[in-house]
């Protein structure tokens, strides 16, 4: 039911992910491998310029 | 089209609608129908958020966009991963932890109904435009391809994609969504090691390399700031990450994905994956285009990739002349290209390299008198000329079914969050408030069915023959985005502000952004940014000055 009060509620869940141990973690492994990402790009890029 | 192409065509089709129907099975309740009973895993949301932000027509103009303009497309993707983890660091938690349905919810429990109510307005008019476009738009290009009455391909699509999302819901969608992704990944893997395959023997890969990016296609990063420019590594990492952050932060159609997550940590990595596979996914989309690119190097390109209008331009009087400069211009950029091949020191590719930029200005520019002629541009139709022309029996029907299901994954993303937004923002709050859960459930199918018969109505009616109106539509979105995404910073991160102060700064952020389109050339990503943070500051500007007012009269700050 919709925000039926009588319905047992589900638990909210946040359990830590599966790898590297907590969040903040992973966020920085992303912003970093964004930077390569980009910096591999770049590099592809003027090598391949003419 | 050889009868193995059609044979594979309709089995997809019919193996994908028929895999949504049974996994959306069971879809009885309203929290089951809008939320898949939050029982979704990681890859299954990641997988259907990206077919969902990948329509048919970004699948399909995409390798001409590398064709045409190169591989700067890719930057305007960089801001993804940085708005990935913002949102899952702040939006995914609270809205989880909201318990909403939709995220407009969330915003009368921080702010007020009236907040809510212009918000969910926004967003109203911002996706059933666009709804319509994401069926008009594939359909014309399918049907031009296909041989289809247009009106027949735009029905055939939506009745398939109401079916599939009013019976099984948003379960049906997100499970459909993953099988094409699978099969789009290995129809675009088979499309490259064709283009490379069909290259003459004497041009290897690295030469195809080589030669696309001395055709100056393979720029993927271009580190100039300009106002008015695009796609630049700063458009990329600020003005795109300021739109990507409102489309998968405030946009119910990306948002209602991952409220669909069994935890906040399955929501999150849904998001995270997005992050780390959709750019590379895009880089090697444009790719494609670049070496379809250096494939029509060697072999002679239509003087117009769109075939109906290269059958009017042939009847024309100065048809004649113009193939003949172009076909003129593509012998001397044949000869340049391997002129560049053969040059073993930098004069002598330097001087392949004007040579070949001289026989591509006299190719641009017959095309661009071709095309005044036709009076429709073709990018969209030089990836699919590639298929339909040099492609495998079989692989064509793979290839354009995957193209008719990116399609549907996209219109079914966007009529399922249209008739939660519909019912949950609208009907249930203004009208009906304390209605069974059958009746609501009851009520989602019908919301599912009126938004996609309203599609197909807005497709049929002005998708042929208004290509201005389409490219304006696919403007909408940004008109409005940057407006929604400040309102979710104020509710978010910003206590101090109460409704009545948000409202009056979404209104403010409105005009902003309307005053840039109109008074300014700043590029449309910039739009975003400026909506945004008008909005915050108006917001707070209105917050201060009550604050102080209410200290000096007693009376409650803020709303």
Same mark, same amino acid.
Not at chain 2, 225 to 229: H, L, Q, T
Not at chain 2, 418 to 429: G, Q, S
Not at chain 2, 542 to 554: D, L
């Given at each position: 039911m919709i925000d039926d009060p009588n319905q047992p509620q589900k638990p909210i869940l946040d359990e830590p992910p599966p790898i590297l141990g907590t969040w903040p973690r992973v966020y920085v492994f992303v912003l970093i491998y964004l930077a390569i990402v980009i910096f591999a790009f770049y590099l592809f890029t003027i090598h391949f310029r003419p | 089209m050889t009868p193995i192409d059609w044979v594979v065509l309709f089995a997809w089709l019919i193996f994908?609608?028929?895999?949504?129907?049974?996994?959306g099975r069971g879809s009885n309740t309203v929290d089951k129908f809008l939320l898949a009973g939050k029982t979704m895993p990681w890859w299954a949301m990641g997988l259907s958020i990206m077919a969902t932000q990948a329509s048919a027509i970004t699948f399909i103009s995409t390798p001409g966009q590398a064709y045409t303009d190169g591989m700067r497309f890719v930057q305007f993707y960089f801001g993804l991963p940085?708005?990935?983890?913002?949102?899952?660091a702040t939006a995914v938690p609270i809205f989880h932890r909201a318990k909403v349905y939709t995220a407009y919810e969330y915003l009368e429990k921080r702010f007020d109904a009236k907040t809510r109510s212009l918000v969910t307005l926004t967003f109203l008019i911002s996706r059933c435009a666009q709804s319509g476009v994401a069926l008009a738009a594939p359909s014309i290009v399918l049907s031009v391809i296909l041989g289809w009455p247009f009106q027949f391909t735009t029905i055939a699509m939506g009745a398939l994609v109401i079916l599939y999302t009013a019976s099984g819901g948003i379960k049906a969608v997100t499970y459909a969504d993953v099988q094409q992704m699978a099969v789009i990944f290995s129809a675009l893997v088979l499309a490259l090691i064709i283009a490379i395959s069909l290259l003459p023997a004497d041009i290897s890969f690295v030469d195809a390399v080589r030669l696309a990016g001395a055709a100056g296609k393979l720029n993927a990063v271009e580190t100039k700031?300009?106002?008015?420019?695009r796609y630049t590594l700063w458009t990329g990492l600020i003005g795109s990450t300021f739109l990507m952050l409102s489309y998968f932060g405030t946009d119910q159609s990306q948002v209602q994905r991952y409220l669909t997550g069994k935890s906040i940590g399955q929501s999150r990595l849904s998001l995270l994956f997005n992050a780390v596979a959709k750019v590379p996914m895009q880089f090697f989309i444009l790719f494609i285009g670049a070496m379809?690119?250096?494939?029509f190097l060697f072999v002679k390109p239509p003087l117009v990739f769109h075939p109906l209008q290269m059958q009017q331009l042939a009847a024309t009087a100065e048809y004649p002349s113009l193939e003949a400069r172009h076909t003129k211009a593509f012998d001397d950029r044949q000869t340049a290209a391997r002129h560049y091949k053969d040059a073993h020191d930098p004069v002598a590719r330097a001087a392949a390299v004007a040579e070949f930029r001289s026989a591509q200005q006299a190719m641009d520019s017959a095309h661009r008198d071709a095309i005044k002629l036709t009076h429709e541009n073709d990018t969209n139709y030089i990836f699919l000329s590639f298929v339909t022309h040099y492609l495998p029996r079989?692989?064509?029907?793979?290839?354009?079914?995957? =193209?008719?299901? #990116?399609a549907m994954s996209a219109i079914s993303g966007e009529i399922n969050s249209?008739?939660?937004?519909?019912?949950?923002?609208?009907?249930?709050?203004h009208f009906k408030r304390d209605a069974s859960d059958r009746h609501y459930l009851y009520a989602s199918r019908v919301a599912t069915i009126f938004w996609g018969s309203y599609a197909i109505v807005f497709a049929t009616i002005f998708g042929r023959g208004f290509g201005a109106l389409i490219e304006a539509v696919n403007l909408v979105g940004s008109y409005f985005y940057g407006t929604m995404l400040g309102v979710f910073v104020?509710?978010?991160f910003v206590k101090r502000v109460g409704g009545t102060a948000a409202f009056i700064g979404a209104i403010a952020g409105e005009a902003a952004i309307v005053a840039a389109s109109k008074l300014t050339n700043m590029a449309f990503l910039w739009w975003n940014v400026v909506g945004c943070v008008v909005v915050i500051v108006v917001a707070l500007a =209105?917050?201060? #000055?009550?604050?102080?007012?209410?200290?000096?009269?007693?009376l409650p700050v803020g709303s």
């Open positions: - | 994908l609608v028929s895999y949504g129907l049974w996994r940085i708005a990935m983890v913002i949102l899952s700031f300009d106002w008015n420019d379809v690119f250096v494939f079989g692989i064509i029907g793979l290839v354009l079914g995957v =193209i008719f299901t #990116a249209l008739a939660t937004v519909t019912v949950i923002d609208v009907y249930r709050r104020l509710a978010f =209105i917050s201060y #000055a009550t604050e102080r007012e209410s200290t000096e009269t007693g």
